[in-house]
């Protein structure tokens, strides 16, 4: 079955940057788009960034756009989020996610499969 792996959450001051890995195994990169998402306390998960099969179509929330860099490498197996200048309102949970179709969604409910999520905390 196709596992989904997050790692590179932490603490960090605001302003700071983090990376962030999603290591898969199975099928996923045979195909699949990959997106990440995030859900802070009491609200809706919402799409971070997403990244086609192929690596050249890039999805990005307003919230993000200018400041996080989506970028996948498929002979390693591992999709990347490069958060930079970070703000405390992207405290959340970061989740990877996967999609059984080689092309973007927007929508959590079009990812079939998800890892297990990694803290992201932005202090002020």
């Known amino acids: 079955q196709v596992q989904l792996v997050e790692s590179g959450g932490g603490w960090v001051q605001a302003g700071d940057s983090l990376r962030l890995s999603c290591a898969a195994s199975g099928p996923t990169f045979s195909n699949y788009a990959m997106a990440w998402f995030r859900q802070a306390p009491g609200k809706e998960r919402e799409i971070v960034a997403a990244?086609?099969?192929?690596?050249?179509?890039?999805y990005y929330a307003d919230s993000v756009k200018g400041r996080f860099t989506v970028s996948r490498d498929n002979a390693k197996n591992t999709v990347y989020l490069q958060m930079n200048s970070l703000k405390p309102e992207d405290t959340a949970v970061y989740y990877c996610?996967?999609?059984?179709?080689?092309?973007?969604?927007?929508?959590?409910?079009?990812?079939?499969?998800w890892g297990q999520g990694t803290q992201v905390t932005v202090s002020s």
């Open positions: 990244i086609s099969w192929s690596g050249f179509t890039t």
């Open positions: 996610a996967a999609r059984r179709y080689s092309v973007i969604g927007t929508k959590a409910r079009e990812y079939d499969y």
